[in-house]
């Protein structure tokens, strides 16, 4: 797979059928990896903690986001981590999700079709973080669906990192959410015009943060250009 730099992370070029495609190769590699599906907030959160960056550097970087686009002048093609998500549940490829709230987990699990090793929703503490990760050990699912946004998601995939040698964990956000039906994304019109995030921030007052590490990294590619 090729890639494309954004700042100076190594962004692959591929669409999702291709990457779909390439899972089970990157499963034949005897040892764990990690997949991250990049936006500006993941970027901005590895400016102010280098174990996310050190993260970054040592995963597969999916574009999920029009930033991340326009950042490598549109040679990339965006993946948005619901619909990977998505594509993994109804593959035969064996999952192990962790996130959301308990209601959301249970819906999503009455609803798919992936062969599930186990699960757990996303309110744990440190000590129920190892029993899940030597339940995931014991178990050695392919894919780790790890929905906790950010930074919560990235700081379990290094904890993963340090322990598993096998599969692939992926940082989904809140794709739980939307799958199991529990929140709407966009209408399609809005994602074609790649206008999502504008359409979340309007409908979620909350995620008007993510615009502020947005116009931060718009800043932060200007000035590295
Ligand atoms: N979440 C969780 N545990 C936490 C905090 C958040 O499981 O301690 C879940 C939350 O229920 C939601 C997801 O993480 O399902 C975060 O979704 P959000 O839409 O904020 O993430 P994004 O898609 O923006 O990365």
């Known amino acids: 797979m090729t890639t494309i730099p ?6 692959t070029h ?13 499963l034949a590699e005897p040892k764990f ?17 280098p174990s996310i960056s050190n993260l970054l550097h040592a995963s597969i ?11 490598a002048k549109k040679k990339l093609t965006q993946i948005p981590g619901v619909e ?7 593959s035969s ?3 192990y999700l962790i996130g959301s709230q308990p209601t959301v987990l249970k819906k999503l699990l009455s609803q798919i079709q992936a062969p599930i090793f186990g699960s757990h929703h996303g309110y744990f503490n440190d000590e129920e973080l190892t029993k899940i990760i030597q339940d995931i050990q014991t178990k050695k699912p392919d894919i ?25 964990g992926i940082g989904v956000g809140g794709s739980f959410d939307v799958i199991s039906g529990t929140k709407k994304r966009a209408p399609t019109w809005v994602i074609s015009l790649h206008l999502e995030w504008l359409y979340r ?23 590295a250009a």
């Open 6 to 11: 954004v700042l100076n992370y190594a962004v």
């Open 14 to 26: 591929t669409t999702l059928p291709d990457l779909l495609l390439t899972l089970p190769t990157i």
């Open 33 to 49: 990896h990690t997949l991250i599906t990049l936006n500006p907030q993941i970027i901005m959160a590895a400016e102010k903690d």
């Open 61 to 71: 970087l999916i574009p999920d986001s029009v930033g991340i686009l326009w950042a």
């Open 84 to 90: 990977l998500t998505d594509a993994i549940l109804k």
């Open 93 to 95: 490829l064996t999952c």
């Open 144 to 168: 780790i669906l790890v929905a906790l946004g950010v930074p919560k998601q990235e700081h379990v995939l290094i904890q993963l990192t340090k322990t598993l040698t096998y599969g692939i």
């Open 201 to 223: 921030g309007l409908s979620e007052p909350k995620r008007l943060k993510t615009w502020g590490y947005l116009i931060q990294f718009i800043f932060k590619v200007l000035s």
